[in-house]
């Protein structure tokens, strides 16, 4: 069992930055793919940025590519993603989720642990 937690998420002016992290619990964690999601009022979550076990792979959504950047340190079992130039567009609950496949994926349905969220605004 992984249980992650997202931390990080507030208040932001547009153009500004946010750092986000998702702390992971459980023995294999540091063996996962990890991945972001978001989800905003009244759409679909969707894809942000995914990584496999050890960095070596990155994969991100055309929205973000350029701007966010994901991490990880396994030694702290944490995935990051550093936001910059946000905007508006980019206001949603920020979700990261754990693939035991080790696939950098955009696929939701191959994520088995999720985390609760963090609320990302970004004011214009």
């Known amino acids: 069992q992984v249980h992650l937690v997202e931390s990080g998420g507030g208040l932001v002016q547009a153009g500004g930055s946010l750092r986000l992290s998702c702390a992971a619990s459980?023995?294999?964690?540091?063996?996962?793919?990890m991945g972001w999601f978001r989800q905003a009022p009244g759409k679909e979550r969707e894809f942000v940025a995914a990584?496999?076990?050890?960095?070596?792979?990155?994969y991100y959504a055309d929205s973000v590519k350029g701007r966010f950047t994901i991490s990880r340190d396994n030694a702290k079992k944490t995935v990051y993603l550093q936001m910059s130039s946000l905007n508006p567009e980019d206001t949603a609950v920020y979700y990261c989720a754990a693939n035991p496949r080790n696939i950098a994926t955009q696929l939701q349905n191959l994520y088995d642990y999720w985390g609760q969220g963090t609320q990302v605004t970004v004011s214009s």
């Open positions: 990584i496999n076990w050890n960095g070596g792979r990155t």
């Open positions: 459980g023995r294999t964690a540091s063996t996962l793919a």
